[in-house]
C-alpha cells in the first residue's frame, strides 16, 4: 500500500514538473506585441499590449482600477471614468497616446520597458484608424 501511495506521488510530481517546464505552454503574457505599421488589430495588438502594460492587478485590471479607471476590454477604453483616454481618430488628443509618449502626466511611473517607439506608433496608429474592436 505505501508502495501505490508512492508511485502515485512521484507520478505526480514528474507530471507537475514536465508541465511547468514546457516552454510554449499556453501564451507568453510577458512577450510584447509587435505592432505593424497599419492595419492594427485591437484583439491581437492593442489588448495584449495593455495586459501586460496597464491592465494588470495593481493598475487597471478590473479589480485594481488605479484611478478609477479600468482598461481589460474594449468597451472599458470609453467609459465614463476615461472620457478622452482615446479620441477617435485623433492620437494628438487621446491621452492614452499622451501618456505612453510623455506629453501628458501619469500618476505612477511607467513600465517603461515595455513602451517602445514600436508600440507608442502602434497605439497611434489604431486611434487613427477609428480605434476599432477588429
Known amino acids: 500500500m505505501k ?28 512577450e510584447v506585441p509587435i505592432f505593424p505599421e497599419k492595419d492594427v488589430s485591437f484583439q491581437e495588438h492593442v489588448q495584449p499590449y495593455m495586459m501586460i502594460s496597464c491592465s494588470f492587478a495593481g493598475c487597471h485590471s478590473d479589480y485594481s482600477m488605479a484611478g478609477g479607471r479600468r482598461m481589460t476590454t474594449y468597451f472599458s477604453y470609453f467609459e465614463a471614468a476615461n472620457v478622452g483616454l482615446i479620441t477617435i481618430g485623433k492620437p494628438e488628443k487621446s491621452y492614452l497616446a499622451q501618456i505612453m509618449d510623455g506629453t501628458f502626466p501619469h500618476v505612477e511611473p511607467l513600465p517603461r520597458n515595455y513602451i517602445t517607439d514600436n508600440s507608442i506608433e502602434g497605439i497611434k496608429t489604431w486611434i487613427r484608424e477609428g480605434a476599432k474592436n477588429n
Not at 4 to 29: Q, R
Open 3 to 30: 508502495r501505490i501511495i508512492s508511485t502515485t506521488m512521484l507520478t505526480f510530481l514528474l507530471i507537475f514538473v514536465f508541465l511547468i517546464s514546457c516552454d510554449d505552454w499556453g501564451s507568453n503574457i510577458n
